[in-house]
């Protein structure tokens, strides 16, 4: 039993342990959760991951800070708390890179190319990595796990919040042992090394055995390069936080009009022995005398609210800005006199950024394939190698009608393209593949010329 193994499944029973596990965060203050973060500290990683997963998913109430001098109590009565989740919209926006389908071709015999074919039929590759490209850009670090089950290779994606991973001592971006806690209260884990797997549940081992995959049955995938051990850092670090402060502003706001937004009436000496009732066809009688001054009087709060709209702008274009996304992106109709090359302009951060995603994910390709070799060569005695060819569909910028129509002219006049290309790339469900949309292309020309 290898040492990595044995401090995992020592890490994995104290975990799962009932007087350790703890399915949600003990503070909620996004300070607070700043505040516990060390490198060291394995549990205060998860915590924070777990937030930012929270966050990205709409969970953000949870992490509403109270106003100064306000009671737990009367924050949970308090009845105006309102979120905007921009964590969502900054991740969804720069991972764009599975959004359209993306060309695969497997270099192996084919045998092995037809199994794997078949592997990534059944498991929706472009579906799988869009949504782990997300998980990644958020927290930094995401999995998928291959399984094998009732004789097919399955596809699982873990998060970052959900797994312990002790690496190889000399390579840091290389697990030894992985620890994997399934979706629930944190009380079953299973824990990985190359050589053997357990099952633990409640602070006790459940099942142990060996396995013969040679690794552990993880691909992972980093944000950025790993050069101080197995974690980096993800956009949702930053951007979370930033959406949490946001949160806190406009709900103040929405506070602020509720409580102080509209005028109020005031009754000056009315007669004490009228009540008082108020309404479109109802009026109130004052009895007085002298010069004692009376009526009814409307008096506007001094409330800071064009001051906190305005705090709000600011916040967002500020984080928008410092995370590179171009307003371009975030609007359908980026104006009517915007041209092609403008656009480009703006969307040239994303365009960078989708440059260096490209080759993250080509390398993490070719590792979830191994792990799929090495399921397949465990469980059906299927070897040999396999290398795959990724070809990632070019970005759609907005244009546009005229432009789009003189840039697929100059294209086709120089051999760029074809007229079947463009018609699948314009309705891509009615042609699943390049041939089909060339026999209509076909079809079409000959009932033209008839």
Known sequence: MSDAFTKALSVALEQTSPVMRNDRPVVSRPDELYSLYTDSDESARRTQARFTWDMYRGDQLRYLTRLPGESAADFLRRPHKQFLNITRVVIDVLSQLYRRPVERNIDADANLAKRIQRVWDR????????????????????????????????????????LIVLPDFDRPDTPAAVIAFTAGDGSVAHVWSGSRVSTVAGGRILTEQEHGLGRVPFAFVHDSLPVDGFWTEGRGHSVAYANAEFNAKLSELAHTVAMQGFGV?????????????IG???????????????????KSPNAPIRDLIEDLEFLLRTLLRTQRIPESLLSVNVGANVSGVSVLAQQSPVLEDRVERRQVFRSFEQDLLDVTRAVLREHEGVSGEAVVQVN?????????????????????RHGMTTPWEIMRRDDPDAYPAVEDAKQAWLANREDHHA
Do not use: C, K
């Open 123 to 162: 498991n929706p590759l472009d579906r799988l990595l869009l949504g782990l490209d997300r998980l990644t850009r958020l927290q930094g670090v995401a999995g998928v796990r291959v399984s094998y089950e009732e004789g097919e290779v399955r596809f699982w994606p873990w998060p970052a919040h959900r």
């Open 392 to 412: 990632y569909p070019e970005p759609q910028l907005e244009q546009n009608a005229s432009e789009r129509v003189s840039v697929d002219d100059w294209r086709l």
């Open 280 to 298: 479109p066809a109802r009026a109130i009688a004052f009895t007085v005398s002298g010069n004692e001054p009376f009526g009814v009087n409307f």
């Open 265 to 277: 009436m005031e009754i000056v000496n009315p007669d004490p022995a009228q009540q008082i009732a």
